[in-house]
């Protein structure tokens, strides 16, 4: 008997905020204000059946299921939780549920997104709030913090998820990965992969690693770009050896920053690293 | 949306895990030995079908789903992580499907149980390693840590599960329930939900309460009755505020003690208190 593929799933949600130090992040050892670690517990186990749904091959687009795993996500009071990291499992766990879970796969079912997917992910919203940058002035009828009365708006333009999603790529880590073939999420699998030790703590050298390489774009929308970029080089520090990421994450939640976005990924890589058979 | 009966029951796993300080236990702060927290979490989402089976009020009888349940939860390298935790839900799972988490329909639940039920019973010692009382001598053929080679004398004997676990009533707190009619994690429920703070905390006060309490079967069984009192009296100096619960906490992980039994009755109520709407 193994886990099946939503299970991966859930369990990559649960590995995530389990490990530790993630810094500024909501981790074992850390809450983040009212923001606490038994909100992602059962936002994991609320969104199990949009899991399923995404998990199952003749399922519903996976825009809809999404939404589904969104809205059970959303029934507990700490707020948003997993919403960018749900966001991104999602055409990897399809991907995974068609075959499997190859760069190429999960990046034609992205590009294959319709407008019922489209419809799904603007309807998520209505669940949760989400912090998110303010759209182009244009883009006003396509705001997503409109949720669903941008509906009618999307079905007239006849957009796709990933249309919408394209339209995020310059500033938000998650569709740069819907984008870009989710590389950061293999890489950090692979990551995973190659250290030792019980898999929270190699998930937390690799975050460690991402932080360091690139600037968290939820950190950049809420604090601006200069905070992400020092962000970044605080830990590198930490990375380095320079600091202690123990350290560093008592500063980080103190000041109030929250690297989430980089924390999503680190959930994908946790669930390509448990389907490529890392144990737990 | 609200969560279903077996999400509910996977949430109060999770969450009793999660809570912390709880001496001797893993806990969300502590690791044991080599028995750590990402042990309980794959577990969890292990059990997660059989708790589906479970709460469905048309599934398998409950010893059968319970069985289906620890298969899943063994799929981790810890070991045994929530067996007894399981075996007490079993009934209260099945009760809510069923109408309403009252004690008198999860003990007729437990009345209720055959031969069917017994059998899955014996099978689920077939996946995970559980430390058990010697029985006595006269019962060897129905040793649970023969698995399913005891089954033909099972059989043979129309042995019911309530009538299996019922010889294990004088030194097994979870048998003592299913026996007893779950006053314990009944009123752990109304401890969690009387108490004030993050449900977490409120576990965290009922669980020091209860180990004060009723000496730790496990600890018992494990380590002896002595032992298990004493660590009945250093909880009660906790508890009154003559120890800190955290240092009794290390003070037992370092001594190799680990108060299961307990952990499991209090997963029973942390189950009870969500379905009685305790929010999270």
Not at 141 to 170: C, F, K, M, T
Not at 247 to 262: K, M, S
Request: with cysteine; proline share 5%.
């Amino acid at each position: 008997m193994t886990r099946t593929i939503a299970q991966q799933a859930e369990l990559a949600l649960l590995l995530e905020v389990a490990t530790t130090p993630k810094p500024g992040n909501v981790d074992r050892h850390r809450d983040h204000g009212d923001l606490r670690f038994e909100h992602f517990l059962a936002g994991t186990v609320g969104a199990s059946d949009g899991l399923r749904a995404l998990a199952d091959p003749d399922g519903p687009p996976i825009g809809v299921a999404f939404e589904r795993a969104v809205e059970g996500m959303s029934d507990q009071s700490g707020g948003n939780t997993q919403f960018g990291g749900l966001l991104l499992l999602a055409p990897l766990v399809r991907a995974a549920a068609l075959g499997g879970l190859t760069p190429d796969r999960a990046r034609r079912i992205a590009e294959g997104t319709g407008v019922e997917d489209a419809v799904g992910f603007y309807r998520a919203f209505e669940h949760v709030d989400v912090a998110v940058a303010d759209p182009p002035e244009d883009m006003d009828a396509l705001d997503v913090r409109r949720g669903s009365d941008a509906v009618p708006a999307v079905r007239q333009r006849n957009l796709s998820l990933y249309d919408v999603i394209e339209r995020s790529a310059d500033h938000d880590g998650i569709a740069r990965e819907w984008t870009g073939g989710f590389e950061r999420p293999l890489e950090a699998a692979e990551a995973i992969e190659t250290r030792d030790g019980p898999v929270t703590d190699r998930a937390a050298e690799t975050f460690l690693d991402m932080l360091a390489t690139e600037p968290d774009t939820f950190v950049a929308i809420n604090h601006g770009e200069e905070v992400a970029e020092s962000v970044r080089e605080r830990a590198a520090a930490a990375r380095d050896g320079r600091v202690k990421p123990d350290a560093l994450a008592e500063e980080l939640v103190a000041e109030g920053i929250n690297p989430g976005t980089t924390a999503d990924l680190l959930a994908g890589g946790l669930f390509v690293a448990l389907c490529r058979g890392v144990e737990v």
